[in-house]
């Protein structure tokens, strides 16, 4: 595979969105991509990361990661969002880093990427596919090119058979539900072909 570059683009709040972009990364890596891993920036008081002990430690083991940029966008040929539901829809978090991606939009800088998205519940029917086509929505506004892994492996059916995007609930302990490491790998080498596709190479 030629360079294809991928940037990994998440929000999370308790780790699981980050677990599920360290494996997007480890998949993109893998297929011999060039790959970033960025966070959106917290938008979230201190006060309210500080309520939730399992917020703020995520909080402070992942200061280090860089945050998404327009640059890292316009640098990238796929990019794969990965973001928990909020209410059935994405994280506000996130949704900022995209409402303010108006300028490179508007330069055509949005055309063409090849986009797909994961994300995490608390509940199987918390608004997986919810969040997932919410997200998708604007990225048709974007003229990005959607790549969803429908049902192109055996992978997604162990993994709870998402054909939007991988998702995972949480479970009472904090801790993934489903088994979806191989659904991750599998969307992410599937998005970077599809990327190679595009660019003609
Ligand atoms: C404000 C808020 C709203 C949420 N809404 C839902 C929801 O509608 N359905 C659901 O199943 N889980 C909901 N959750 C739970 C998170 O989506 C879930 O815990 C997710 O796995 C967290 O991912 P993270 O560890 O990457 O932050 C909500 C959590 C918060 C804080």
Sequence with gaps: MNMVKLAVIYYSSTGINYQL????EEAGKEAGA????VKVPELAPEAAIASNPA????YEATKDVPEATSDDIEW???IIFSAPTRFGNVPSQMKQFIDTQGGLWASGKTVNKVVSAMTSAQNPHGGH???ILALYTSMMHWGAIIVP??????VLFQAGGNPYGTSVSQGQDGK??????GA???QVKRTLEIAQKVAGS
Excluded: I, L, S
Excluded at 21 to 24: L, R, S
Excluded at 176 to 181: H, L, S
């Design 129 to 131: 596919e919810a969040t």
């Design 149 to 154: 892994p429908g049902y192109t492996d055996q």
């Design 34 to 37: 060039e790959v970033k891993v």
């Design 55 to 58: 917020w703020k430690e995520h």
């Design 76 to 78: 990238a040929d796929a």
């Design 21 to 24: 972009a360290k494996w997007a």
């Design 184 to 186: 991750v790998k599998h």
């Design 176 to 181: 993934m539900v489903e088994d979806v490491q």
